[in-house]
């Protein structure tokens, strides 16, 4: 057994990890305490302490502590659980909430325990999502928020449910929620001015909550008609749950739960109600709240969009139709197909327009707004039908506010159209949740100069390449003495003949058959383009793809060329050369000629991003290969080293999980050292001198692929 | 003593008896006897499952002619469509090919599923499915003329968005084409309840179930689910089976693998039952 470390030891090293030079911790005390415990808890502490630390020293000092205590009641297991906790909460919402969770141990326990048979939003997003979107109506979207309530076009749900026992039926009240949230779209709750109304009322609060008492009832029994699968799965937990309900009358209550009740009974009831009822009950978990000044203003704001946007597609629609005849005969409007009312096609959530009677075939993103706009109105106001004039409306009314990637640059900083992506924690051992910001962006590029220089350097390279990649295609080959074929194999029919003739048996062998080989190979290129590329490298990479795709394009293999580089976790970036469905043209020629070094290589991030990327093509061998010139590194200095590397293994770990396999060439010399642990002892190919890299590159490729 | 062997008739010979059930959505019925008769080939456009091959069925009993379908595959060849020699006691012997069969009996040729087959085997029906109406037969140095009974017709779902998958202009110039798709609410629960043993309630909610999964096809589903896929659950609820088992087993399972999208498809089934 080690020994116990004293107390001058424990300070060195409570001094080193929380700077204590800089942070002006005082750490005595800390080592008083921490020397007198066993070996195996002092190092736990230690562990755990350095790690922390790495986060930030104050909380890794509140949490060391503290720890002592806290592992005299509890497993190791739980401390480490709620030291992660603190960090990530300190990833998330800084050092002011970490330094919460590290003070209040028991109230994470509780967290912990609830949380254990909890449903978790993003565990059941994945589930509800596609759930919301199969029910009837406007195509939602979720998102999380403090309380569960909805805007007609997004539906806001807590982190967690956890007002039962059992995961499963904590996931049922979600899926609850979501149908009373999803109904308050579908049944007219947000298409009246609520706020307004509310405020005639002296008791403003207590009209909304009484409004929303009697919505729910409403609700509930259109609900019940719709799914009654479900609505048994809500009686029992509204038993569960204690739901309390107003006493109605009986003619008031059937007026709510007819099936041709809309919001103005329950508004109605509401001015009836109002004086005669003293208390409201609460509404459940499942119920959600109501939010009426942000709905009524989300759907302001979705119906001027919408109205643009409908009536600038029948703009183009009406375009098409008038291709070729006279401008008189131009009808002035689209009309709703006859025969059906409003009622029915709120029913079924059919809208379909005509026009000169002729019925019009509409894309579903068309059929989609013309949904929302008769959700919102309970009709298709007729001047939604009338095309828009040429640039009548704003475009940025027509397109959703898409932010330019590029603008993160230049000062304003958003994650629109980002992908989000953890990192692995090396010191930690977890991931870092929704850790690095990920954008596409293309390449500037202006001509192909470069292109047609390397293409006349190498014009013999080239030459003996596409020889050597023909050979690999896969071909048509014919297949002989076959037992079934296209044609009678005459060789072996006349051995089978004498065969016969001889008194032997003859073979069943008799035909031959075309057999094609496929190759069914896709290749990711994952190119470098950090600073450390300047110069000789950067051209050597340049000419190395400039070849590898010409022999591509001989082979048929299907490829992507994708440059990375960044700074920082926030503003990672990919850079399309070429995706699969691109064809080899100019355009992407010019591009790889303007592949430049830029900044850092956070490595693992572009993996994860591009082995997605890979995912979404069919094919039966995925391949991933990258081109480096070094380690991986950022300009926060964490990524450097032990972090950065690690987190790249993990990267390409889920990579391998994902049945990709992953490659890496490089020209960094000390390669042999860190690269075994990355790509494993034979994924990688360290080449000594750079102006090998174009020659040796598709010999590699040829090596790994046959 | 009952008969225990299976009756074996020569495609070209097989006319179907009973009349196959089938509920015209539109015109196409009148559609298909019209080009008929002007010896036209018929293409036949539409989502797996809604209908395509039990209207050619119904259309070979409507028209008295036997019907040979073809379902293609990405190995099917020009030869299997043709004939080929085979070695028959010693002997090599042409046979015809079903769809050299078709050709010379005056049946209906319909080749399912269409894209699937090899490019190269698509472009020996062009000289069929013009006004030269012939089959040339290279191997035995034959042309053979197309009586004026034979009809070409084919299968083809546009839904696949793959490249590979898809008809070459010059194949698809020459066909009449007809679209199908999910038939209106009421006539997909007539449907269901005549193929199946169900009531008019479970049919309505199966169809109700169908339309959610459809509300999905491009979020997450390649496809919603068919109206095959509905009598096969109303089959299955017939006998007996709980309605959101025969969902799980025969719709869900049957349209996704992934696990939160078949999770998500339970869960709508069970809201509904």
Redesign the interface.
């Known amino acids: 057994m080690t020994n116990q470390l004293d107390e001058q030891q424990l300070t060195l090293l409570f001094e080193e990890y929380l700077e204590t030079e800089f942070t002006f911790l005082y750490a005595d005390d800390l080592s008083v305490d921490v020397a007198a415990m066993p070996r195996e808890k002092q190092d736990f502490i230690l562990h755990w302490t350095k790690s922390a630390a790495a986060v930030n020293p104050e909380l890794a000092f509140q949490f060391a502590t503290r720890a002592g205590n806290a592992l005299n009641e509890h497993e190791t297991e739980i401390i480490e659980a709620w030291c992660l906790e603190a960090m990530d909460c300190y990833d998330r919402s800084g050092l002011h909430k970490a330094m919460d969770t590290i003070r209040n141990l028991d109230e994470f326990l509780k967290q912990g325990y609830k949380r254990a048979s909890a449903s978790l939003f993003e565990e059941a997003v994945?589930?509800?999502?596609?759930?919301v979107?199969?029910?009837?109506g406007r195509?939602m979207k979720i998102e999380q928020d403090e309380v569960a309530w909805t805007d007609g076009e997004t539906l806001y749900l807590p982190e967690l449910m956890a007002f039962m026992d059992d995961r499963q039926e904590n996931f049922q009240l979600y899926?609850i929620l979501v149908?009373f949230l999803w109904s308050q779209m579908r049944y007219g709750t947000l298409n009246e001015p609520l706020a307004e109304i509310f405020a005639e009322y002296d008791n403003r609060q207590k009209a909304q909550d009484l409004f929303h008492h009697l919505e729910l009832r409403r609700l509930k029994a259109r609900i019940a008609d719709e799914?009654?699968?479900?609505n048994k799965n809500i009686e029992k937990l509204a038993l569960s749950l204690g739901e309390q309900q107003l006493q109605l009358q009986a003619e008031h209550q059937q007026k709510l739960e007819s099936p041709n009740a809309d919001i103005d009974d329950s508004l109605r009831l509401l001015s009836q109600l109002y004086l005669k009822t003293a208390e409201v009950p609460e509404p459940l978990c499942f119920h959600g709240v109501l939010k009426p000044e942000e709905a009524w203003q989300a759907r302001q704001e979705r119906m001027l969009k919408e109205k643009a946007r409908l009536r600038d597609y029948l703009r183009v629609l009406m375009d098409d139709f008038m291709q070729g005849k006279e401008l008189e005969q131009r009808p002035d409007k689209f009309n709703l197909k006859e025969g059906k009312s409003d009622q029915d096609r709120l029913e079924?959530m059919q809208v379909e327009i005509t026009l000169n009677d002729q019925p019009m075939p509409l894309p579903?993103h068309v059929k989609n707004l013309l949904r929302s706009v008769m959700i919102d109105f309970g009709e298709i106001p007729p001047e939604y039908l009338e095309p828009a004039g040429e640039g009548e409306y704003d475009p940025e009314l027509l397109n959703d506010s898409s932010l330019n990637p590029e603008d993160v640059w230049s000062g304003t900083y958003h994650e629109e159209g980002a992908f989000i992506y953890k990192e692995w924690d090396s010191a930690r051992q977890a991931y870092k949740k929704n850790w690095c910001v990920m954008r596409e962006l293309e390449l500037k590029h202006d001509d192909k100069s470069f292109y047609d220089k390397t293409v006349t350097k190498y014009a013999g390279h080239i030459h003996s390449l596409k020889q050597t990649f023909e050979m690999l295609r896969g071909e048509d080959r014919l297949l002989k003495r076959q037992l079934f074929?296209?044609?009678?194999d005459i060789d072996a029919?006349i051995e089978?003949?004498s065969d016969?003739k001889a008194g032997r048996e003859?073979t069943q062998h008799?035909f031959t058959r075309?057999h094609k080989d496929d190759r069914n190979i896709a290749v990711m290129f994952m190119v470098d383009m950090s600073g450390s590329t300047r110069g000789w490298i950067n051209e050597a990479e340049r000419e190395a793809l400039i070849l590898m795709a010409e022999a591509l394009e001989m082979l048929g293999d299907r490829y992507a060329i994708y440059g990375f580089s960044g700074w920082t976790r926030k503003r990672c970036e990919t850079y399309r050369i070429k995706d699969f469905?691109e064809p080899w043209d100019d355009e992407r020629k010019a591009k790889t000629c303007a592949i430049e070094p830029k900044d850092y290589t956070r490595m693992g991030v572009a993996i994860r991003h591009l082995s997605s990327k890979l995912m979404e093509v069919?094919a039966r061998i995925r391949l991933l290969i990258t081109l480096s010139d070094g380690k991986p590194d950022d300009y926060d200095l964490e990524y450097r080293g032990v972090y950065g590397i690690s987190d790249t293994h993990q990267a390409l770990l889920e990579a391998r999980r994902d049945g990709i396999h992953p490659f890496c060439i490089t020209i960094d010399k000390q390669g042999q050292e860190y690269l075994p642990d990355m790509y494993g002892k034979t994924h990688y190919v360290v080449i000594d001198e750079i102006r090998k890299l174009p020659l040796k590159i598709a010999d590699i490729y040829r090596k790994l692929t046959t | 003593m009952t008969d225990l062997t299976s009756h074996v008739l020569k495609p070209e010979e097989y006319y179907i008896k009973n009349e196959p059930y089938y509920e015209p959505v539109a015109d196409e019925i009148e559609i298909f006897e019209a080009a008929y008769k002007n010896q036209l080939p018929v293409l036949l456009k539409g989502p797996t499952g809604c209908g395509k091959t039990r209207f050619m069925e119904h259309m070979a009993w409507r028209l008295k002619r036997p019907l040979i379908t073809v379902s293609c595959h990405d190995d099917l060849?020009?030869?299997d469509l043709i004939g080929?020699?085979l070695?028959i006691s010693?002997e090599?012997q042409w046979v015809d090919g079903p769809l050299a069969r078709a050709v010379r009996s005056g049946a209906i040729c319909y080749l399912d599923e269409v894209v699937e087959a090899r490019k190269d085997t698509t472009v020996v029906i062009h000289p069929l499915a013009d006004d030269r109406r012939v089959l040339p037969m290279e191997?035995i140095g034959q042309l053979v003329e197309a009586t004026p009974e034979f009809c070409l017709a084919m299968s083809y779902n546009p839904g696949y968005q793959?490249?590979m998958k898809d008809l070459k202009q010059s194949t698809r110039q020459r066909f009449i084409a007809l679209e199908f798709d999910y038939p209106e609410?009421e006539l997909e629960q007539k449907i269901i309840m005549r193929e199946s043993d169900i009531d008019a309630e479970m049919a309505k909610?199966l169809v109700k179930f169908a339309?959610?999964?459809r509300?999905?096809k491009?979020?997450?589903?390649d496809e919603g689910a068919s109206t095959r896929l509905l009598v096969h659950a109303a089959k299955l609820i017939s006998s007996g089976i709980e309605p959101?088992v025969a969902c799980r087993s025969s719709i869900a399972q049957a349209l996704t693998d992934e696990g939160?999208?078949l999770?998500?498809?339970n869960?709508?089934?069970?809201?509904?039952?």
């Open positions: 994945p589930v509800l999502l596609p759930f979107q199969g029910l009837s195509r899926k149908t799914f009654p699968g479900l079924s579903e074929g296209d044609d009678v029919l089978a003949w016969v003859m008799l075309m469905a069919d | 060849t020009a030869s080929r020699f070695v010693g090599t191997k793959s490249v609410p909610r339309q959610m999964t509300n999905l491009g979020q997450g589903l959101v939160d999208m999770a998500a498809v869960e709508l089934s069970s809201s509904l039952f």
